[in-house]
């Protein structure tokens, strides 16, 4: 490999200008050669810092491209637009246009290594020297021995090369953590499912938070994976005692906002009532009768003295009020959830959330991906059954007899479910929990992906402890400053093409890849959701037959505004 990569093959391309350093350089460029971002090289002599000096070869990045012909100064052109002649009409040189590439420096690969490493540049490229372009496979050869994995991943291609494949470590992938961003559309959940089926060859254990079932897909085409299990969920809204400080949470955000007595004597009745460790609504359903049991006794004469004096009984009544309220509107996302369940009982089949205290191995297990259908449940429910799930599961990982393996948790709707603290949405327990496992996932091997369109608005910690970065496209500026701020993995061309990257177009940063690199990600349209399907509104709406319901109420609604008509002449 070493004899390919002395760039015998490789094309010339264009010649190193006058002045060059470490970083960048410049380079005449022939025309139509090269294009924006393509890996270039050329061939230098450094010294080794043994005295000798070696020829290496210097890999760099088109980062830019800038034209120009002194043939044809402005006066002409000034000339040509006013008396409308063509350039063809004219003597002027068209063929002599001066194409000056500014390259960024990756590093220099030595020319006897037959593993080549890309090291940082030590001394600047020689000017005069010529550029040339590396075959496609050897572009591909040094990204992968550079990347230096046991266990690369394939992605997609070089955005500028579609020939050249590109693999990124699945090894730092799942244990430091990944942030994806873009705006919707972009193709983020695309590219995480490309993950998921890398990952799933490799038999990792992963969980999937599904919010809007994108993930449904991949139970359909389970005959795809057949060494692996895949499990579809629905939550259960269960909890253990030490859970209780979300379900004050749940009460106080998903109730009406309680006042100070109000929610002394909230805390009194968790206090009181025995907890019922099998689901929410029962525990709710259990505090609410026994407040009703010291309503009634308050207000009847006789013991009403004895029993808490000092809680008026308008106080316990509204805090009743409020919790039938949290009551009913849970039960409501319930049956919203197991509505569009059945609604796709014909496809899927979903199976309760085992416990993940007790049985943990049922959701986290080699060769498993576990998806959780959450749609239907407003943000905070979800995020308490995202938290408490995630924090058990982190348990598991954290005791010394490990019942589970290291895995992968993989968020949608990021912002919405891990929110900046400037969103003033603290208190959502997803944050405390996502935080934990920014900060420590490491240690007990549970990595996290988390998406989002808007990662300006994420929190900022668990933002910050994400090693590697997923962008596409971006047109929103608050969003571009996020990206160029928080990421030290891009150059600032790459974040100056993030508005114009089309579907799938992405940039991938940091621990993932050896250097930023632009890439199409590879489309698997087998593993795209037909129920829920790609977002084609006109065939939907070709397709649409109104329900025998909706006709027999326009049927109704017409009769009656003929019948109403008729009246109306007949009163005229
Ligand atoms: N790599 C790709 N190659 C070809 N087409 C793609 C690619 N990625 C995305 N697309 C197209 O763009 C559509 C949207 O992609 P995707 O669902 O991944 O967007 P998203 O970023 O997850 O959006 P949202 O934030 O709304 O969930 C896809 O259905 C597909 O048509
Ligand atoms: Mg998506």
Not at 75 to 89: G, L, R, S, T, Y
Not at 245 to 251: A, D, H, Q, S
Not at 326 to 350: G, P
Request: aromatic share 8%; charged share 25%.
């Amino acid at each position: 490999m070493g004899e390919e990569l002395r760039n015998k093959n490789w094309k010339t391309i264009g010649t190193v200008l006058g002045e060059t350093n470490i970083n960048t350089y410049l380079f005449m460029l022939q025309s139509f050669k090269a294009k924006k971002n393509d890996m270039v090289t050329t061939q230098t002599s450094i010294p080794d810092g043994n005295g000798k000096i070696i020829k290496v070869n210097v890999w760099g990045k088109i980062a830019s491209i800038n034209c120009s012909n002194e043939w044809f100064p402005r006066q002409a052109a000034q000339e040509m637009a006013f008396q409308n002649i063509n350039v063809e009409d004219t003597p002027l040189p068209t063929s002599r246009d001066e194409l000056i590439c500014k390259v960024n420096i990756l590093g220099y690969t030595r020319q006897d290594n037959d593993e080549p490493k890309l090291l940082p540049l030590v001394y600047p490229v020689k000017p005069a020297n010529a550029v040339s372009y590396p075959d496609s496979v050897d572009v591909e050869k040094l990204l992968v021995s550079d990347l230096n994995s046991k266990h690369p991943i394939h992605i997609g291609t070089l955005l500028a090369r579609d020939n050249v494949n590109i693999k990124i470590d699945a090894d730092s992938l799942v244990s430091r953590h990944v942030l994806v961003t873009g705006m919707s559309g972009s193709g983020k959940t695309v590219m995480v499912r490309r993950i998921i089926s890398e990952l799933m060859r490799l038999h990792f254990p992963m969980l999937v938070y599904d919010i809007h079932g994108d993930y449904l897909g991949f139970v359909k085409k389970q005959k795809l994976f057949s060494n692996n299990k895949i499990k579809l969920f629905y939550p259960s809204l269960s909890i253990k005692a030490e859970d209780k400080e979300i379900i004050y949470t749940l009460i106080n955000k998903l109730g009406k906002p309680l006042t100070e007595p109000q929610n002394d004597y909230l805390n009194t009745l968790l206090n009181k009532v025995k907890f019922d460790e099998s689901s929410i609504i029962k525990f709710l359903n259990s505090l609410i009768s026994f407040s009703k049991g010291l309503l009634d006794s308050k207000n009847s004469k006789s013991k009403g003295s004895q029993s808490m004096p000092h809680i008026k009984p308008a106080t316990m009544f509204v805090v009743n009020r409020s919790l039938n309220q949290v009551v009913k509107k849970l039960v409501n996302m319930e049956n919203t959830n197991a509505r569009h369940r059945q609604r796709m009982s014909k496809y899927y089949d979903f199976e309760k959330l085992p416990d993940a205290s007790t049985e943990p191995e049922k959701i986290i297990s080699k060769g498993q991906l576990s998806i959780l259908y959450l749609r239907g449940y407003e943000t905070l429910p979800a995020s308490a059954i995202v938290s408490i799930l995630s924090e058990t599961l982190f348990k598991h990982r954290q005791e010394v007899d490990q019942t589970i393996p290291p895995f992968l948790s993989i968020l949608e709707e990021g912002h919405t479910l891990i929110p900046s603290r400037s969103e003033n949405k603290d208190n959502l327990p997803t944050v405390d929990t996502f935080r934990k496992f920014a900060a420590e996932g490491r240690k007990f091997s549970c990595g996290i992906m988390i998406v989002s369109q808007r990662p300006s608005r994420l929190d900022e910690t668990i933002a910050s402890q994400c090693n590697s970065h997923f962008s596409f496209r971006k047109k929103n500026q608050k969003d571009q400053r996020f990206v160029r701020e928080t990421s030290e993995h891009y150059d600032s061309e790459d974040v100056n093409q993030l508005p114009s990257l089309a579907n799938g177009q992405g940039i991938i940063g940091g621990q993932v890849v050896n250097f930023p690199l632009a890439v199409q990600v590879k489309f698997d349209d087998n593993l795209l959701n037909d129920e829920i399907g790609d977002e084609d509104f006109i065939s939907a709406v070709e397709n649409w037959d109104d329900k025998e319901s909706v006709k027999l109420r326009k049927k109704f609604a017409k009769d009656f505004s003929k019948i109403s008509k008729s009246a109306q002449k007949n009163l005229n």
